[in-house]
Protein backbone atom coordinates (compact mmCIF):
# COMPACT_ATOMS: atom_id res chain seq x y z
CA UNK A 1 0.00 0.00 0.00
CA UNK A 2 2.75 2.42 1.04
CA UNK A 3 4.24 2.50 -3.11
CA UNK A 4 0.74 2.42 -4.35
CA UNK A 5 0.20 5.52 -1.85
CA UNK A 6 3.56 7.12 -3.15
CA UNK A 7 2.65 6.37 -6.65
CA UNK A 8 -0.76 8.52 -6.52
CA UNK A 9 1.56 11.19 -4.59
CA UNK A 10 3.53 11.40 -7.68
CA UNK A 11 1.20 11.21 -10.29
CA UNK A 12 -0.91 14.14 -8.27
CA UNK A 13 2.44 16.23 -8.24
CA UNK A 14 2.33 16.11 -11.73
CA UNK A 15 -0.92 17.09 -12.75
CA UNK A 16 -0.23 20.14 -10.60
CA UNK A 17 2.67 21.29 -12.35
CA UNK A 18 0.78 20.84 -15.44
CA UNK A 19 -2.68 22.52 -14.09
CA UNK A 20 -0.06 25.44 -13.34
CA UNK A 21 1.85 25.61 -16.47
CA UNK A 22 -1.19 27.77 -18.03
CA UNK A 23 0.82 31.53 -18.64
CA UNK A 24 3.44 32.28 -21.16
CA UNK A 25 5.81 33.41 -18.33
CA UNK A 26 5.37 29.28 -16.80
CA UNK A 27 5.83 27.90 -20.19
CA UNK A 28 8.83 29.47 -20.50
CA UNK A 29 10.86 28.50 -17.13
CA UNK A 30 13.36 26.50 -17.11
CA UNK A 31 12.55 23.02 -15.47
CA UNK A 32 15.62 20.29 -14.97
CA UNK A 33 14.60 16.88 -15.65
CA UNK A 34 14.29 14.91 -12.38
CA UNK A 35 16.77 12.36 -11.23
CA UNK A 36 15.69 8.77 -13.23
CA UNK A 37 15.26 6.99 -9.91
CA UNK A 38 12.06 9.24 -9.75
CA UNK A 39 11.20 8.28 -12.76
CA UNK A 40 11.64 4.38 -12.00
CA UNK A 41 9.17 4.76 -8.93
CA UNK A 42 6.92 4.87 -11.52
CA UNK A 43 7.26 1.81 -13.21
CA UNK A 44 7.14 -0.32 -9.75
CA UNK A 45 4.13 -1.16 -10.20
CA UNK A 46 1.37 -2.71 -7.14
CA UNK A 47 3.42 -4.32 -4.76
CA UNK A 48 0.42 -6.21 -3.25
CA UNK A 49 0.05 -8.02 -6.59
CA UNK A 50 1.83 -10.55 -8.66
CA UNK A 51 2.53 -11.64 -12.16
CA UNK A 52 0.29 -14.37 -13.52
CA UNK A 53 1.34 -14.44 -16.97
CA UNK A 54 -0.94 -13.87 -20.12
CA UNK A 55 -2.51 -17.24 -20.18
CA UNK A 56 -4.32 -16.51 -16.79
CA UNK A 57 -5.24 -12.44 -17.30
CA UNK A 58 -6.92 -14.00 -20.58
CA UNK A 59 -8.82 -16.58 -19.70
CA UNK A 60 -10.55 -14.52 -17.12
CA UNK A 61 -11.51 -12.04 -19.29
CA UNK A 62 -12.17 -11.93 -22.89
CA UNK A 63 -12.08 -8.64 -23.73
CA UNK A 64 -8.88 -8.24 -24.75
CA UNK A 65 -9.02 -11.38 -26.98
CA UNK A 66 -8.20 -9.44 -30.46
CA UNK A 67 -5.62 -7.01 -28.66
CA UNK A 68 -3.78 -9.81 -27.48
CA UNK A 69 -3.99 -12.12 -31.12
CA UNK A 70 -2.81 -8.96 -32.48
CA UNK A 71 0.18 -8.76 -30.02
CA UNK A 72 0.79 -12.74 -30.62
CA UNK A 73 1.80 -11.63 -34.10
CA UNK A 74 3.58 -8.77 -33.21
CA UNK A 75 7.22 -8.12 -33.10
CA UNK A 76 6.83 -7.90 -29.59
CA UNK A 77 4.70 -11.48 -29.26
CA UNK A 78 7.44 -13.10 -31.65
CA UNK A 79 10.67 -12.29 -28.65
CA UNK A 80 10.86 -16.18 -26.86
CA UNK A 81 13.44 -16.77 -24.27
CA UNK A 82 15.91 -19.68 -25.71
CA UNK A 83 16.45 -20.88 -22.46
CA UNK A 84 12.80 -21.29 -20.91
CA UNK A 85 10.41 -21.14 -24.11
CA UNK A 86 8.21 -18.15 -22.53
CA UNK A 87 7.75 -15.16 -24.35
CA UNK A 88 10.63 -12.02 -23.33
CA UNK A 89 7.89 -9.63 -23.79
CA UNK A 90 4.01 -9.64 -22.60
CA UNK A 91 1.01 -7.78 -21.60
CA UNK A 92 2.98 -7.49 -17.36
CA UNK A 93 6.12 -6.44 -19.00
CA UNK A 94 4.15 -2.64 -19.57
CA UNK A 95 1.23 -2.94 -17.47
CA UNK A 96 2.79 -4.17 -14.52
CA UNK A 97 1.65 -7.18 -12.50
CA UNK A 98 -2.04 -8.31 -13.19
CA UNK A 99 -3.31 -10.71 -10.04
CA UNK A 100 -5.35 -8.03 -8.65
CA UNK A 101 -7.02 -7.33 -12.09
CA UNK A 102 -8.57 -10.62 -12.43
CA UNK A 103 -9.77 -11.52 -8.83
CA UNK A 104 -13.18 -10.26 -9.57
CA UNK A 105 -12.68 -10.26 -13.64
CA UNK A 106 -15.06 -13.54 -14.45
CA UNK A 107 -18.21 -11.95 -12.34
CA UNK A 108 -17.59 -8.02 -13.82
CA UNK A 109 -16.80 -9.60 -17.54
CA UNK A 110 -13.44 -6.94 -17.46
CA UNK A 111 -10.54 -6.55 -15.12
CA UNK A 112 -10.26 -4.39 -12.74
CA UNK A 113 -7.42 -1.49 -14.61
CA UNK A 114 -7.09 0.80 -11.71
CA UNK A 115 -4.38 -1.80 -9.94
CA UNK A 116 -2.28 -1.51 -13.17
CA UNK A 117 0.39 0.70 -14.23
CA UNK A 118 -1.71 3.78 -15.45
CA UNK A 119 0.76 4.44 -18.64
CA UNK A 120 -1.50 7.13 -20.28
CA UNK A 121 -0.82 9.31 -16.60
CA UNK A 122 2.55 9.01 -16.63
CA UNK A 123 4.90 11.90 -17.48
CA UNK A 124 7.09 11.44 -21.17
CA UNK A 125 10.13 10.38 -19.41
CA UNK A 126 8.57 7.77 -17.39
CA UNK A 127 6.81 6.38 -20.18
CA UNK A 128 9.70 6.14 -22.12
CA UNK A 129 11.90 4.51 -19.54
CA UNK A 130 8.98 2.06 -19.43
CA UNK A 131 10.41 1.20 -22.87
CA UNK A 132 13.99 1.69 -22.18
CA UNK A 133 13.94 -1.41 -20.00
CA UNK A 134 14.29 -3.19 -23.28
CA UNK A 135 15.91 -0.92 -25.95
CA UNK A 136 18.48 0.78 -24.32
CA UNK A 137 20.13 -3.24 -23.62
CA UNK A 138 20.21 -5.74 -26.31
CA UNK A 139 17.10 -5.03 -28.21
CA UNK A 140 16.73 -3.68 -31.82
CA UNK A 141 17.00 -0.75 -32.27
CA UNK A 142 19.44 -0.18 -29.46
CA UNK A 143 18.16 3.23 -28.51
CA UNK A 144 21.38 4.36 -26.09
CA UNK A 145 21.31 7.94 -27.04
CA UNK A 146 17.19 8.56 -26.41
CA UNK A 147 17.92 10.57 -23.57
CA UNK A 148 20.24 12.64 -25.56
CA UNK A 149 17.64 13.04 -28.28
CA UNK A 150 15.82 16.47 -29.25
CA UNK A 151 12.40 14.67 -28.65
CA UNK A 152 13.07 12.98 -25.09
CA UNK A 153 13.90 16.77 -24.32
CA UNK A 154 10.66 18.28 -25.49
CA UNK A 155 8.59 15.81 -23.55
CA UNK A 156 8.00 13.26 -26.38
CA UNK A 157 7.20 9.89 -25.35
CA UNK A 158 7.06 6.56 -27.52
CA UNK A 159 3.71 6.76 -26.86
CA UNK A 160 3.55 9.99 -28.55
CA UNK A 161 3.77 7.90 -32.04
CA UNK A 162 3.61 4.32 -31.54
CA UNK A 163 0.24 2.77 -30.98
CA UNK A 164 1.05 -0.66 -30.02
CA UNK A 165 -2.75 -2.00 -29.59
CA UNK A 166 -4.11 -0.62 -33.22
CA UNK A 167 -2.49 -3.83 -34.49
CA UNK A 168 0.12 -6.38 -35.40
CA UNK A 169 2.06 -3.97 -36.98
CA UNK A 170 3.54 -1.34 -34.51
CA UNK A 171 6.39 0.28 -36.53
CA UNK A 172 5.37 3.57 -37.86
CA UNK A 173 5.23 2.57 -41.86
CA UNK A 174 6.75 4.40 -44.37
CA UNK A 175 3.41 5.61 -45.88
CA UNK A 176 2.58 6.94 -42.59
CA UNK A 177 5.52 8.60 -40.88
CA UNK A 178 4.08 11.92 -42.71
CA UNK A 179 1.37 11.60 -40.91
CA UNK A 180 2.83 11.26 -37.56
CA UNK A 181 5.62 13.76 -37.88
CA UNK A 182 3.31 16.34 -39.08
CA UNK A 183 1.09 16.57 -36.37
CA UNK A 184 3.52 18.34 -34.64
CA UNK A 185 5.74 19.87 -37.26
CA UNK A 186 3.12 22.01 -38.74
CA UNK A 187 5.57 24.01 -40.70
CA UNK A 188 7.31 21.30 -42.84
CA UNK A 189 3.50 20.23 -43.21
CA UNK A 190 3.25 23.15 -45.17
CA UNK A 191 6.58 23.08 -47.10
CA UNK A 192 5.84 19.57 -48.11
CA UNK A 193 2.69 21.59 -49.87
CA UNK A 194 5.47 23.78 -52.26
CA UNK A 195 5.87 23.21 -55.87
CA UNK A 196 9.08 22.22 -55.62
CA UNK A 197 9.22 19.30 -52.85
CA UNK A 198 11.27 15.75 -52.05
CA UNK A 199 8.43 13.35 -53.03
CA UNK A 200 7.63 12.64 -49.20
CA UNK A 201 4.05 13.13 -49.80
CA UNK A 202 4.07 10.87 -52.95
CA UNK A 203 5.51 8.29 -50.65
CA UNK A 204 8.68 7.94 -52.78
CA UNK A 205 10.49 9.05 -49.58
CA UNK A 206 10.06 9.17 -45.38
CA UNK A 207 11.25 10.82 -43.53
CA UNK A 208 13.23 8.08 -41.65
CA UNK A 209 15.56 8.36 -44.98
CA UNK A 210 16.82 11.41 -43.74
CA UNK A 211 16.11 11.46 -40.01
CA UNK A 212 16.56 9.33 -37.25
CA UNK A 213 13.89 9.97 -34.94
CA UNK A 214 15.51 8.25 -32.07
CA UNK A 215 18.93 7.79 -31.53
CA UNK A 216 20.47 10.52 -33.18
CA UNK A 217 22.80 13.64 -31.60
CA UNK A 218 23.08 15.58 -34.20
CA UNK A 219 21.33 18.91 -35.38
CA UNK A 220 17.74 18.05 -36.95
CA UNK A 221 17.99 14.52 -35.95
CA UNK A 222 20.20 14.26 -39.38
CA UNK A 223 21.71 10.30 -40.20
CA UNK A 224 24.28 12.20 -41.75
CA UNK A 225 27.02 14.11 -39.30
CA UNK A 226 26.39 16.91 -40.99
CA UNK A 227 23.46 18.57 -43.88
CA UNK A 228 26.08 17.43 -46.75
CA UNK A 229 26.57 14.03 -45.64
CA UNK A 230 23.08 13.52 -45.70
CA UNK A 231 22.22 14.87 -48.82
CA UNK A 232 24.80 12.70 -50.52
CA UNK A 233 23.61 9.87 -49.60
CA UNK A 234 21.04 9.90 -52.56
CA UNK A 235 22.78 13.16 -54.65
CA UNK A 236 26.31 11.33 -54.46
CA UNK A 237 27.27 13.11 -57.56
CA UNK A 238 27.45 16.52 -55.71
CA UNK A 239 29.64 14.74 -52.76
CA UNK A 240 33.02 15.69 -54.31
CA UNK A 241 35.70 16.78 -53.87
CA UNK A 242 36.41 19.12 -56.96
CA UNK A 243 39.53 20.59 -57.98
CA UNK A 244 37.19 23.73 -58.44
CA UNK A 245 35.27 23.72 -55.10
CA UNK A 246 31.83 26.21 -54.79
CA UNK A 247 33.00 27.08 -51.52
CA UNK A 248 28.98 27.74 -50.10
CA UNK A 249 28.10 24.53 -50.74
CA UNK A 250 30.97 22.50 -49.50
CA UNK A 251 29.94 21.96 -45.81
CA UNK A 252 25.87 22.91 -45.66
CA UNK A 253 23.79 22.11 -48.97
CA UNK A 254 20.87 24.60 -46.81
CA UNK A 255 23.08 27.55 -47.98
CA UNK A 256 21.37 27.54 -51.43
CA UNK A 257 18.56 24.95 -51.05
CA UNK A 258 15.68 24.50 -48.44
CA UNK A 259 15.06 20.36 -47.57
CA UNK A 260 11.53 20.16 -47.66
CA UNK A 261 9.63 22.22 -50.04
CA UNK A 262 10.32 25.93 -52.05
CA UNK A 263 8.17 27.77 -54.47
CA UNK A 264 10.96 27.45 -56.12
CA UNK A 265 12.63 25.06 -59.29
CA UNK A 266 15.08 22.60 -57.42
CA UNK A 267 14.25 23.27 -54.27
CA UNK A 268 16.23 27.02 -54.18
CA UNK A 269 15.87 29.17 -51.29
CA UNK A 270 15.36 32.24 -53.81
CA UNK A 271 14.69 32.30 -57.34
CA UNK A 272 17.72 32.68 -60.17
CA UNK A 273 19.34 34.89 -60.55
CA UNK A 274 18.97 36.69 -57.39
CA UNK A 275 19.80 33.50 -55.50
CA UNK A 276 23.50 33.44 -56.55
CA UNK A 277 23.54 37.11 -56.67
CA UNK A 278 23.52 37.51 -52.84
CA UNK A 279 27.06 36.50 -53.25
CA UNK A 280 28.08 37.38 -56.86
CA UNK A 281 28.40 40.44 -58.36
CA UNK A 282 27.32 39.49 -61.55
CA UNK A 283 27.91 39.90 -65.30
CA UNK A 284 29.46 43.94 -64.94
CA UNK A 285 32.66 43.36 -63.25
CA UNK A 286 36.46 44.10 -64.55
CA UNK A 287 36.28 41.01 -66.73
CA UNK A 288 33.01 42.04 -68.69
CA UNK A 289 33.56 44.14 -71.76
CA UNK A 290 30.26 44.07 -72.83
CA UNK A 291 28.89 46.26 -70.34
CA UNK A 292 25.90 43.71 -69.72
CA UNK A 293 24.09 45.97 -67.04
CA UNK A 294 24.13 49.05 -69.61
CA UNK A 295 22.55 47.13 -72.31
CA UNK A 296 18.88 45.08 -72.53
CA UNK A 297 19.81 42.30 -74.32
CA UNK A 298 22.48 41.16 -72.51
CA UNK A 299 21.28 41.59 -69.29
CA UNK A 300 18.13 39.85 -70.62
CA UNK A 301 20.79 37.33 -71.51
CA UNK A 302 22.94 37.08 -68.26
CA UNK A 303 20.29 38.14 -65.83
CA UNK A 304 17.83 34.73 -66.19
CA UNK A 305 19.05 31.66 -64.76
CA UNK A 306 22.91 31.63 -64.16
CA UNK A 307 23.16 27.79 -64.26
CA UNK A 308 22.23 27.98 -67.84
CA UNK A 309 25.44 28.70 -68.42
CA UNK A 310 27.26 27.56 -65.23
CA UNK A 311 25.94 23.88 -65.20
CA UNK A 312 28.43 22.63 -62.98
CA UNK A 313 27.64 24.85 -60.13
CA UNK A 314 27.98 22.38 -57.14
CA UNK A 315 32.05 21.71 -58.37
CA UNK A 316 34.13 21.23 -60.97
CA UNK A 317 37.50 19.67 -61.95
CA UNK A 318 37.62 21.82 -65.34
CA UNK A 319 40.00 24.80 -65.45
CA UNK A 320 39.23 28.11 -67.46
CA UNK A 321 41.25 29.96 -69.72
CA UNK A 322 41.45 32.51 -66.77
CA UNK A 323 43.26 29.49 -64.67
CA UNK A 324 40.35 29.06 -62.10
CA UNK A 325 37.04 27.22 -62.69
CA UNK A 326 33.99 28.81 -63.24
CA UNK A 327 31.43 25.98 -63.02
CA UNK A 328 30.99 26.02 -66.75
CA UNK A 329 30.92 22.27 -68.25
CA UNK A 330 32.71 22.41 -71.68
Not at 145 to 160: L, Y
Not at 237 to 256: K, L, M, R
Not at 292 to 315: E, P
Amino acid sequence: MRARLFLLILLAGALVVTAACTDLATLRKSRPIAPVQDYERFLVGNLEADYIGDENCLKSCHTHDKLAMDFKHSIHGDQISPETGLPLVNCESCHGPGSLAIVNAAEKKTCDFKTLLPLYEFPAPAQAMLCLKCHAAASTPTLANWNGNIHAMNDVSCFSCHKLHLGPQQKVGRHEQQLTCEACHQQIRMEFTQFSHHPVPEHKMACTDCHDPHNSTNPFNLKGVSVKATCTRCHMEYQGPFVYEHADVTEDCTNCHKPHGSPNDNLLQVAQPFLCMQCHAGHHGQLSTQGTLNNTATKQAFYTRCTDCHSTIHGTDVPTVHGRGTFIAR
